[in-house]
């Protein structure tokens, strides 16, 4: 009975699905591709994406907003970047409990059994008690295909005692390219993640995490992070990651 | 006053002390290093650190303990490998609480200002409520420095839903190497992570994490790991992993 829940999506069969019409290969220009080369293989814009991302109303609880935990440093940059979103250059992304929430309506082709149970949290969310676990808010560029994370790590996210464990560093770096790629032309699955630690972060301080989408070839989208002090005094970290490219469909 | 958070172990520095001439460079053969060898440069061989991180008695909570969420399946490779710690080959490593009492009575040099709170927890054991989070338990084998992790995913890991984030299984990767690389010869930062995903891990499913010391140069342990189910059908992934070498000391 437990065999059934192997039925993922293994990459291989994804790439089967890439040999459609609909999504036959495209290749972009290095950095900041246009808006418009993005759009000829998917039948939803970077616009389209984040409208639907981003509802206007919802009675979801948004986990990406300030609370008490949020230290001064968090809440200076919070602000920085939230006077950024009033020119509609950069907007800040929700964040629900689940992709499910996310992805409400729309469903994974080439056979993904999704078998979230009710009590199913995001990794990079799964603590409701404030200030001990993650605690960050995702800023997205739409025209630049680039997003900045502030991350404040908890006290549940150790490694070495007092800092935070490299793979929460990771975690996070792979939730934040994972909806960058998304809202920049549907990168759904992580291929390869490269990680390069340079400094650990103190448990309780502030990273930046400028991740940026540098290009898409065959279907696969090459994106960078640089995780630094917010004063970029200290390097804690360049990371590399590719995605593979497949558009969710709208669940019947 | 934040400043002082940035007291923080900078490669560069750490590097700067393998200068000394207790820690001067080494070079090992590829694979199962034999133990004299690890034993050169520092002062605790594998079998010395192994006694000290698994003490015969404690009043710590071992967290890598079958509980009542462990399925069918986690039980009984947990009682094959059990079977296999019977002739002193295999060793089932304790899992506390928090790395600070994983190295009671010892310090990192160079620097590094541990300022674990009361509340810290390892990251890969962030929740006490059974079943949700991580379940796992890794088993050690000091001749032939290698690990297999049995690993079950709660519902608090997910990415897709019904599947485990990438990032949690990159962070008990992580974590899996870096016990690996300590007991096997010092091993304790990571420097670089390399993930290649290949198939999701549905969240309750087990997945066995193997990892191997591959070779030791100038003081940079090369680790590996296949991540897989257990009948060896699906891959879910393959890691590769730097450490640097750096031997705690006791403290006055």
Redesign the interface.
Known sequence: M?RS??L????GSCKGLLGSPRLRPQSVLHRHPPRQVLGTSFSSSTDALVARFCPKTTDLKDYALPNASW?P?MMRLYEEFLEKTKDGEWIKLPSFK???DH?RGLK?PGG??????E??????R??EKEG??YEYVIFFNPAKKKSVCLFQPG??????????????L??????TF?KTAYLSGHGL?????????????????VALLNVELEKIEDHKMFLSCIAQ?PDQ??LFAKVSGVFLQLELEEEE
């Open positions: 437990r829940l192997w993922v999506p293994r990459f230290s440093d689940s992709n499910a992805i994974v993904l059994t999704t078998t979230s149970k009590d199913g949290r995001l990794f990079t799964f603590l001990q676990g006290p549940y996210l150790e490694g070495a005692p007092g800092f935070a464990h490299g793979g929460a990771v975690a996070l770096v792979d939730e994972s699955f992580t291929i390869n993640l490269n990680i390069k630690f340079k400094n650990l972060i103190p448990v309780g301080s002090s005094q200290v």
